[in-house]
């Protein structure tokens, strides 16, 4: 219960960002009326008898969503999911550009504010699980299933000597990591990426985050982020909690370092796609996600956090209550990608 109190603190400011980030949305978006709990389909979707496909969209990897789709194919065995996976922000995009023919039925992964300030692409439905979460939506768009907190991440090989490790997001600015670069998600193209860069914008500021990026060698994606740290193709990056401590556990050269100054979060969540071909295949994927036993293989198998008020952290994650959090302004995901873009121009300069 204890962890369940925290995690609902530190999720607050994100549920506030209905009211914030409508400022610097698109026209579109604006235009958007908040759906209602009536408009909400509040009867769950039956079991075992049905049938035909599931798309869904993510940036997640299949450490992801193997251990998920098996679970889940064992209560829905005539459903075939297929998963188009792609950064979160491509898949906003393409989501908007087939709204009148959606190609989807789901978005797994992102941010409540990102389904916020974009509701008209998205479906209502009330799935009985969300009273057990610990922050729910009063419209009904975006369903929580995990919370992430990121780590510096450095390769051990490359970085020999651990008193040279970057121990907070304030070392990343210092100039000693200009030739060698730190990997950095496109905040554009990456959910993961955006996140990071808000937290950091709210730990700091935007001439904090110029500075940084002299040292920033931009990824296209997450994975890409993850992968050059592992590698070797640079010495310190971001990484979610779930797969540094896969990877640490493993014995690959890689260190975590929960920064001491903040530590950057997500609140991920998933939401039906407005106009789905398969909306009650969709509608039993939401129930499962938010099912304990989603939840438990969520912890067990893939080392991820639970938004569920049941269900503990992951034995040997850190005690959340030892790691300063920060707490995440509400900047939209264009005012994030905007500014980023800007900032890296004139830190390239």
Request: charged share 25%; proline share 6%; glycine share 8%.
């Amino acid at each position: 219960m204890k962890n369940a109190k925290l995690l609902k603190t530190l999720s607050m400011g994100l549920v506030l960002t209905v009211a914030l980030t409508g400022c610097g949305s698109t026209k579109d978006e604006q235009a958007s009326k908040p759906a209602s709990t009536e408009a909400a389909s509040k009867t769950a979707a039956p079991k075992k008898d049905l049938s035909g496909k599931l798309v869904l969209y993510t940036g997640a990897g299949p450490e992801i969503t193997d251990p998920l789709l098996e679970g889940f194919k064992k209560q829905y065995p005539n459903i075939k999911p297929e998963i188009v996976k792609s950064g979160s922000g491509e898949l906003l995009a393409r989501i908007k550009a087939e709204k009148d023919n959606p190609g989807g039925d789901l978005l797994l992964g992102g941010e409540p504010y990102s389904f916020d300030i974009q509701k008209s692409f998205f479906e209502p439905y009330e799935s009985p699980t969300d009273k057990e979460m610990i922050r729910q939506d009063p419209n009904h768009i975006w369903h929580i299933w995990t919370f992430m907190p990121q780590a510096i991440l450095v390769n051990t090989k490359l970085l020999k000597d651990s008193s040279q490790w970057p121990t907070s997001i304030k070392d990343l600015a210092d100039p000693k990591w200009k030739a060698q670069k730190i990997a950095f998600a496109d905040p554009g193209k990456s959910g993961t990426g955006a996140g990071i860069l808000n937290g950091i914008v709210s730990l700091y500021d935007w001439d904090f985050v110029q500075q940084m990026l002299k040292n920033v060698e931009v990824s296209p994606g997450s994975d890409a982020m993850f992968a050059a740290v592992k590698d070797g193709a640079v010495p310190v990056g971001f990484i979610n909690e779930d797969l540094g401590a896969k990877w640490e556990q493993t014995n690959l050269p890689v260190k975590m370092i929960f920064p001491s100054d903040g530590v950057t979060n997500v609140l991920d969540s998933m939401a039906i796609i407005k106009g789905a071909k398969d909306m009650d295949n969709a509608k039993a994927f939401v129930d499962y996600m938010g099912s304990k036993e989603a939840h438990e293989i969520l912890k067990d198998k893939i080392l991820r956090r639970s938004t569920r008020k049941d269900v503990q952290p992951p034995a040997g994650m850190q005690d959340l209550s030892k790691l300063k959090m920060i707490e995440n302004k509400q900047l939209s995901r264009d005012e994030l990608s905007t500014n980023f873009n800007d900032r890296l121009e004139k830190a390239r300069k």
